[in-house]
T-cell receptor, first 118, second 114 residues
Framework: GAGVSQTPSNKVTEKGKYVELRCDPI?????LYWYRQSLGQGPEFLIY????????DSGLPNDRFFAVRPEGSVSTLKIQRTERGDSAVYLC????????????????FGPGTRLLVL | AQSVTQPDIHITVSEGASLELRCNYS??????LFWYVQSPGQGLQLLLK??????LVQGIKGFEAEFKRSQSSFNLRKPSVHWSDAAEYFC????????????FGGGTRVLVKP
């Protein structure tokens, strides 16, 4: 079956522009996560969704970052007024159980979107 | 706050030799523990995970990891490395409390010499 997909695979933008990054989770997965991986570092948590709602957005660095998941499937990460420091690989992951259910299902990661802000 | 340390940024190993990657975590209680591998152009793939019970965990691709509570460590091992094991390896933890967000270490890049 299809894994997690992310589009675009690469995005180059100019400082100050707005970007949207899309994540298609594995069909039926209720939990969806966004992470950011800067060059030479491990991924850092940004936000996760259970269904349509953001259950934990504590990792979003500031109010320029926002994510939605209106129908509980596809999610979009939105970055306003991009800055050079936003350049990174943005990773999406999904899992089949809501974390708060007490289970701990494997998170399946997509290939990421490489964002470069010039 | 929890943290994960992978002391080795790079490791070079000869094909057929054994490999051990170190991981130490700092957390108030024993969290869930994971090892992921990231190959160029590929997404993160789970190698193995530890929840509780037997402290020696077997994973995919011939990898295993041992949880040592007294050392707050979760080191990854493979007895005989293949050229295809060249990749970046990440140790990660998640709290046993509500929420499933992963905290990753900085990664160890493994190079395999023929």
């Amino acid at each position: 079956g299809a894994g997690v997909s992310q589009t675009p695979s690469n995005k180059v933008t100019e400082k100050g522009k707005y970007v949207e990054l899309r994540c298609d989770p594995i069909s039926g997965h209720t939990a969806l996560y966004w992470y950011r991986q800067s060059l030479g570092q491990g991924p850092e948590f940004l936000i996760y969704f259970q269904g349509t709602g953001a259950a934990d957005d504590s990792g979003l660095p500031n109010d320029r970052f926002f994510a939605v998941r209106p129908e509980g499937s596809v999610s979009t990460l939105k970055i306003q007024r991009t800055e050079r420091g936003d350049s990174a690989v943005y990773l999406c992951a999904s899992s089949s159980l809501p974390p708060l259910a007490g289970g701990l299902e494997t998170q399946y990661f997509g290939p990421g979107t490489r964002l470069l802000v010039l | 706050a929890q943290s994960v340390t992978q002391p080795d940024i790079h490791i070079t190993v000869s094909e057929g030799a054994s490999l051990e990657l170190r991981c130490n975590y700092s957390y108030g209680a024993t969290p869930y523990l994971f090892w992921y591998v990231q190959s160029p152009g590929q997404g993160l793939q789970l190698l193995l995970k530890y929840f509780s019970g037997d402290t020696l965990v077997q994973g995919i691709k011939g990898f295993e990891a041992e949880f040592k509570r007294s050392q707050s460590s979760f080191n990854l091992r493979k007895p005989s490395v293949h050229w295809s094991d060249a990749a970046e390896y990440f140790c990660a933890v998640a709290p046993k409390a509500a929420g499933n967000k992963l905290t990753f270490g900085g990664g160890t890049r493994v190079l395999v010499k023929p």
